[in-house]
C-alpha cells in the first residue's frame, strides 16, 4: 500500500538546457505533480531571442543566452539535467552532418556540466535518426562518453501516437543515473485523442492555402468523412491521416494541410505537442511554427522524466510501491531492454482513415 506524506514537502531541482519555449519544463512540473513533490527550474539556457521572449512571458524567467559561453562551475547544484539538445545535426533537414555540424558539439557543453555538477540524473531528448547515425556510431559515442562522464545510460526511440497526441513523432530519449538503479520506460499506452479536439472551428481566411494548391491535392487524395491532416512528402505524394505527422520547423508551409484546405494555427501546433491552453502566443505566426516544429511532445516527455524521478532516488521510500514495481519482465533488470533502430512501433493509433467519401 502506498503511503502519501504530507504533500510538496519534497523539491527537486532541474535545469533547462536548450529550453525552446519551455516544453521540457511543462513536463517536469507535470511528473514532479504527480509524484506530490515541486519542481524547482535553478537554470536555463537557450540562444534564440524570440524563444527567449516567450519563454520569459510564460514563465516569468528570461533564459542566459548562449551554453558554450556559460561556465559549468556558475550553474546551480542541481538535481535532474534536461536538455533538447540541437536536432539539426542529425535530421534530415540538417542534411545529417552530425558531429561535422559545429551544433553537433553542443552535446560536449551538455558533457562538462554533467561531469562539474554531478547531478543525480539526466534526460535527453532528439530525432529519431540519432539512433542510426553514421550507421550507429554518433549514438554510440554519446554513450561511450555519458559512460566515461560517470552515468549509466540507455535509451529509446518514443511515439507521441502512444501518449495520446494525435502527433506521429517519434523521437529518442536517453536517461542516464549516476548510480544503478531499476528504472523501466514507460509503458501504457494512452489513446489517441481525435483530431476535433486540436483543431480550431472558427479559422480565418489567410491559413487557407491558394486554389491552385488545393486543385493539386484533390488531384492526388480524395476528401475523407473524418477530419485529416494531409501529409505532402519530398517526392509529391500526398498522404491522410486522422493525426498529424511531425511538426517540422524548416518544411514547407504546405507540407501539411487540414483536411487539404488549410494550415494549421499557431495554437493547434502548440496543442499537437500538448502544451497547456494557457500558454502565450506572442510571437508571429511564422515563428510560433518554427518554436513549436522545434519543441518536444510534453507528454512524452513528462512519462519519462516521471519514470526518472522515481528510479532516481529523489524521493523517500514512502513515496514508492514495494519492490514488484522495479520488475520488469518478471527481473530485477538496471535498464529495459532498448528499440531496435527502425522497430515499428506497436500502435493502435496508426489505424487506417474511414472510407473517402467519393467511395460510398
Excluded at 513536463?27 to 539556457?45: G, L, N, R, W
Excluded at 493525426?243 to 487539404?260: D, I, K, M
Excluded at 495554437?267 to 510571437?283: H, K, Y
Aim: overall charge positive; glycine content about 6%.
Amino acid at each position: 500500500m502506498k503511503i502519501t506524506p504530507k504533500r510538496n514537502d519534497i523539491t527537486i531541482r532541474y535545469i533547462d538546457l536548450f529550453a525552446g519555449i519551455g516544453g521540457f519544463r511543462y513536463a517536469m512540473q507535470d511528473a514532479a505533480k504527480e509524484h506530490d513533490a515541486i519542481a524547482e527550474c535553478v537554470f536555463t539556457s537557450e540562444i534564440d531571442k524570440e524563444c527567449q521572449k516567450v519563454y520569459k512571458k510564460n514563465f516569468g524567467e528570461l533564459p542566459c543566452g548562449d551554453i558554450t559561453n556559460i561556465s559549468a562551475e556558475s550553474i546551480p547544484d542541481h538535481d535532474i539535467l534536461l536538455a533538447g539538445f540541437p536536432c539539426q545535426p542529425f535530421s534530415i533537414i540538417g542534411h545529417m552532418k552530425g558531429f561535422h555540424d559545429t551544433r553537433g558539439t553542443l552535446f560536449f557543453d551538455i558533457v562538462r556540466i554533467l561531469e562539474e555538477k554531478m547531478p543525480t540524473a539526466f534526460v535527453l531528448e532528439n530525432v529519431k535518426l540519432l539512433v542510426g547515425h553514421d550507421k550507429g556510431k554518433t549514438l554510440k559515442t554519446i554513450l561511450e562518453v555519458l559512460k566515461d562522464s560517470g552515468y549509466h545510460a540507455t535509451y529509446k526511440v518514443l511515439n507521441a501516437l502512444d501518449c495520446g497526441l494525435p502527433q506521429k513523432r517519434e523521437r529518442v530519449f536517453i536517461v542516464g543515473f549516476r548510480e544503478p538503479c531499476f528504472f523501466s520506460w514507460p509503458s501504457d499506452k494512452i489513446p489517441m485523442q481525435p483530431l476535433s479536439n486540436i483543431l480550431e472551428k472558427n479559422v480565418p481566411e489567410k491559413y487557407f492555402a491558394s486554389d491552385h494548391i488545393r486543385k493539386k491535392r484533390l488531384s492526388k487524395q480524395e476528401p475523407t468523412q473524418e477530419p485529416t491532416i494531409w501529409h505532402e512528402n519530398k517526392s509529391g505524394n500526398i498522404s491522410a491521416y486522422p493525426f498529424s505527422c511531425a511538426l517540422r520547423a524548416g518544411a514547407s508551409y504546405n507540407y501539411l494541410l487540414v483536411n487539404g484546405e488549410r494550415r494549421l494555427t499557431s495554437r493547434e501546433m502548440l496543442r499537437l505537442q500538448g502544451f497547456p491552453e494557457e500558454f502565450q502566443i506572442i510571437s508571429s505566426y511564422t515563428q510560433t511554427r518554427k518554436q513549436a516544429g522545434n519543441s518536444l511532445p510534453v507528454p512524452v516527455a513528462k512519462a519519462v522524466i516521471k519514470n526518472t524521478i522515481e528510479a532516481s532516488g529523489l524521493l523517500p521510500a514512502v513515496y514508492l510501491y514495494k519492490t514488484d514495481k522495479l520488475i520488469v519482465d518478471g527481473q530485477l533488470r538496471l535498464f529495459e531492454k532498448e528499440r531496435k533502430y527502425g522497430e515499428i512501433s506497436e500502435t493502435p493509433n496508426s489505424r487506417k482513415i474511414q472510407t473517402t467519401l467519393s467511395a460510398q
